[in-house]
């Protein structure tokens, strides 16, 4: 009976202790530029909208233990700029930062989720669109906002849009 116990024994501390399977490190891509133009002639009726998005970002991709990709963790930092196309007024939106991470299906293709969290669009004080988000793809580039924690004007004008139907949410500082 003691030798019994003292096998259970151990194959519980064995079992506490055994390592689980390790995951891959992550890749690390750093100081990652992208420019991103979008507009919109008619996103205010009486004039549009030109949105250039300047992204400086550092990301950080995981595998699991069989290589497969899981998640994608983007810092993001970005210093933009709005434009009034008939007057010409051009305003800064940013700097923002956020982070911004994407959840990949099981075979590790297909965005499955995109949660982001931190300050997205700012322009001054007079629009600010900053919390937590929960996005998911629809396809062609377009994402339904499935959860958000506090005021996202930009983010509820583009749901189950583009970014481009995120255009209205500048229509009243660009007056």
């Known amino acids: 009976m ?3 116990l003292a096998l259970a024994a151990a194959s ?5 202790l055994a390592a689980p399977a390790a995951a891959e490190q992550p890749t690390i891509q750093r100081d990652v530029q992208v420019m991103n133009v979008v507009q919109d002639a008619d996103a205010c009726g009486d004039f549009g909208v030109i949105w250039r998005i300047n992204i400086t970002a550092d ?3 995981y595998f699991d233990s069989e290589g497969v990709r899981t998640r994608q963790v983007v810092h993001i930092k970005e210093d933009n700029t709005i434009e009034n196309t008939v007057t010409g007024l051009t305003l800064r ?16 293709r297909f965005v499955e989720r995109i949660v982001a969290v931190g300050l ?5 004080n007079d629009l600010r669109d900053v919390g937590r988000v929960v996005l998911l793809p629809l396809g062609g580039g377009r994402f339904d906002l499935v959860f958000a924690a506090g005021p996202h ?5 583009a749901d189950d849009g583009t970014l481009a139907d995120a255009l209205p949410a500048f229509c009243e500082v660009l007056s």
């Not at 519980?12 to 506490?16: E, L, M």
């Not at 939106?93 to 590790?108: A, K, N």
């Open 120 to 124: 997205q669009a700012r322009v001054g």
């Open 2 to 4: 003691k030798r019994a």
């Open 93 to 108: 939106e940013g700097p923002d930062s956020l982070i911004q991470t994407t959840y990949f299906t099981e075979d590790g």
């Open 12 to 16: 519980v501390v064995a079992a506490i």
């Open 59 to 61: 990301v950080y991709t």
């Open 153 to 157: 004007p930009a983010r509820e004008a």
